[in-house]
């Protein structure tokens, strides 16, 4: 059971229903789940459902509880989010349990490292099946309540990230909070803040400057309600003491977004031998709150600063690019933003080296920027995946959110900059980002005819060699029942050059550009040459050639602009090569589809793109419904059976096959106008 969707409230309130959580308590108990823990998801999801609350991996809870054990014992535990994990739909197995003695035990030491307190808790989990417990394990151990939440809430941040955040805390909050000092997270953070808390035991929370917030009760709807009300004090406060500001509006129209996007790319992707290794750049048009950061007068400072929380720096670096072109006429945008990324893949380099002190062992991270900010058009993030871009973008706007806040309430400040490294380069943090190391990571693919046996096949191979999948079809992908949960699908007629351009826009508005494209649309038409009239050759040629020319000129383009390489990949035809009677439309449009690629291959290879193809035959479904098919068979006499393995080796050829070859063409770094017939055998198509 997960709760609905994220969603922003416009003023902090508890989401608590009784009729909700007796839900979560009824559910979860049927799982063999105890009332403690389903009252510790509920809440859970009620803080990660809100973004201002908590996002991607920040934030964490916990709740002590007692077990017993294989030998009949009742031994105390405290469950704990798990590293990493979405508090917006976690369940139980996101909450490792730890036997909640031998933690406290700890408390008697005065030092402690990473590893040994990993090690330590590991050692004492239930159930070590389960994922890492929070890096914050211990700071909720050590606090004696039965409920623990922990958030990273940008109204909290807003009023904290200042010079003088104890003052603001004691005028906000009063003494119902204590104020724990910023320390990285951890065993010596843990100890502040139990301290801390003892110091003054009738504190409801604890504020952790540059971090954010705890709060603690016996039970669930008190801990989370007590995080509203002080969440709800901070709003007030920065709502009543804002600074007006009058908003400059401006817009860059001098470049588009997609061309934008694919310059981003090309500056960003690195050279590993002889390929590239890419990233995704993901584009969000939020250019209100764009012109409110470019009309303040501080913003040059302010964006400089560093994060607004220190969990923030492993996703969007500690400092955003910044690119202003208003003032600039006669612009070269290529130039400029080569020049703007190289400067901060420099100024990074430093960072590094004058930081890595603090940490020996660390090694440099990319050098490229993660938030790229453009006044007058909008924010661009980039990723290893979409997954990790979105994210990126997410956690971007958040804590521009919170900036500007910060700085029309005060004056923002971050954590200094040997701590923003620390946590940076923090193994235990680093953790929590898993990297696939899937051959096309970070690549785009581009399928026409996606939505067709063959086209799916290509796409879900694409996919799982971690590809970016879009699917283009004139299909209405409303109207099928397969399985598109993870693609990204445009219903396109192939035959219009301007839907293809229209929407290769919104490819890279979304993902940065295109790597791969693969033109498999096509179209059987049965005519014998005696009776082909100009209309039936003009339809075939319409998408057995014109399509591909379309989908080659555009993508093409944005190759050449990305600088890259590229890939472009067509769905020929043993027609092309061994004519089949009856079958003069379509065979007319498959051999100039066939010249096309080699034609392509002579003027582009020389920017390292590569054009090549697959002849496949007699591939049963999507191109061969069993009408065709049918006719296909009794043109050559054959049944049906015996037409689809009639080759060589007297195997049926499948659609996965297919996929197989156009996976294989697009990792050959150095072939190019090559041709893989894939038909189980036909001499008389080869190619030797």
Not at 70 to 81: C, E
Not at 516 to 532: K, M, P, T
Not at 620 to 629: D, I, N, Q
Request: charged letters at 25%; proline letters at 3%.
């Amino acid at each position: 059971m997960t709760l609905i969707q994220k969603k922003e409230s416009i003023n902090m309130k508890s989401k608590w229903n009784n009729k909700e959580a007796n839900s979560f308590i009824k559910k979860f108990r049927n799982k063999k789940v105890d009332r403690d823990l389903a009252l510790r998801i509920y809440t859970t999801q009620l803080l990660g459902n809100d973004p201002k609350v908590v996002l991607h991996g920040g934030g964490n809870t916990s709740v002590k509880s007692k077990f017993k054990t294989l030998l009949g014992n009742s031994t105390k535990i405290i469950y704990v989010k798990g590293s990493g994990k979405d508090m917006s739909n976690i369940e139980e197995d996101g909450f490792p349990s730890l036997e909640l003695n031998n933690l406290l035990e700890l408390e008697k030491l005065s030092k402690l490292n990473d590893f040994q307190m990993v090690n330590y808790q590991r050692k004492y989990m239930l159930d070590t099946s389960f994922p890492n417990a929070s890096v914050e394990t211990l700071l909720h151990a050590f606090l004696p309540h039965k409920y623990v939440d922990h958030s990273h809430s940008t109204a909290i941040l807003s009023i904290i990230d200042q010079p003088n955040p104890v003052n603001i805390c004691k005028k906000v909050f009063g003494d119902e909070v204590g104020i724990v000092p910023y320390i990285m997270p951890g065993f010596e953070l843990a100890k502040k803040a139990s301290e801390v808390f003892n110091k003054n035991k009738k504190v409801k929370g604890l504020i952790l400057l540059n971090h954010g917030i705890f709060t603690f009760a016996e039970d669930a709807k008190t801990s989370y309600e007590l995080m509203i009300k002080y969440i709800s004090k901070a709003e007030n406060e920065l709502k009543k003491n804002k600074k007006s500001l009058k908003i400059k509006k401006y817009t860059e129209n001098r470049i588009s977004v997609a061309d934008f996007s694919n310059l981003i790319r090309k500056n960003i992707a690195t050279k590993k031998g002889d390929d590239y290794e890419k990233k995704i750049v993901y584009f969000n048009n939020n250019n209100n709150l764009i012109n409110k950061i470019f009309s303040h007068k501080n913003h040059k400072s302010f964006l400089n600063q560093g994060p607004v929380t220190p969990d923030h720096v492993i996703r969007i670096k500690s400092k955003p690019l910044v690119l202003d072109f208003s003032n600039k006429k006669n612009i070269n945008f290529e130039n400029e933003i080569e020049k703007a990324i190289r400067n901060y893949q420099q100024t990074y380099s430093k960072y590094f080296l004058r930081n890595k002190k603090y940490n020996k062992n660390a090694n440099i991270l990319d050098l490229s920027p993660r938030i790229i900010i453009v006044k007058g058009m909008g924010i661009f993030s980039t990723g290893s995946s979409f997954k990790d871009a979105k994210i990126a973008m997410d956690v971007g706007l958040n804590s521009l959110s919170v900036i500007l806040d910060a700085a029309n309430y005060g004056t923002y400040k971050s954590i200094p900059e040997k701590e923003i490294f620390r946590m940076e380069y923090w193994p235990l943090e680093l953790a929590k980002i898993k990297t696939s190391t899937k051959r096309l990571l970070g690549n785009v693919v581009v399928i026409t005819g996606g939505l067709g046996t063959i086209g799916y096949s290509i796409g879900n191979k694409f996919k799982n060699e971690g590809a970016e999948v879009v699917l283009l079809d004139i299909k209405n992908p409303k109207n099928t029942d397969l399985n598109l949960k993870d693609f990204t699908v445009f219903q396109c007629d192939v035959k219009n050059k301007n839907q293809i351009t229209n929407i290769f826009n919104k490819i890279s508005e979304k993902f940065g550009g295109i790597d791969v494209c693969i033109s498999n649309a096509g179209f059987g038409i049965q005519r014998n040459l005696e009776d082909l009239d100009k209309k039936t050759l003009d339809k075939s040629l319409d998408v057995n050639f014109f399509a591909h020319h379309y989908i080659s000129q555009l993508s093409v383009d944005i190759f050449k602009r990305q600088n890259t390489g590229g890939s472009l990949l067509y769905n020929l035809s043993k027609q092309a090569i061994n004519p089949g009677s009856g079958f003069a439309a379509y065979g007319l449009g498959k051999a100039a589809s066939f010249f096309l690629m080699k034609q392509n291959a002579v003027e582009f290879s020389k920017f390292g793109i590569r054009f090549n193809g697959v002849n496949a035959d007699r591939i049963e479904g999507g191109f061969f419904p069993p009408k065709l098919l049918k006719a296909r068979a009794k043109s050559r006499g054959l049944t049906v059976q015996e037409y689809l393995s009639g080759n060589m080796l007297k195997k049926a050829v499948t659609a996965d096959d297919v996929a197989q070859a156009f996976y294989h063409l697009s990792v050959s770094l150095k072939t190019t106008a090559c041709i893989i017939t894939v038909d189980g055998g036909n001499i008389e198509a080869s190619l030797r």
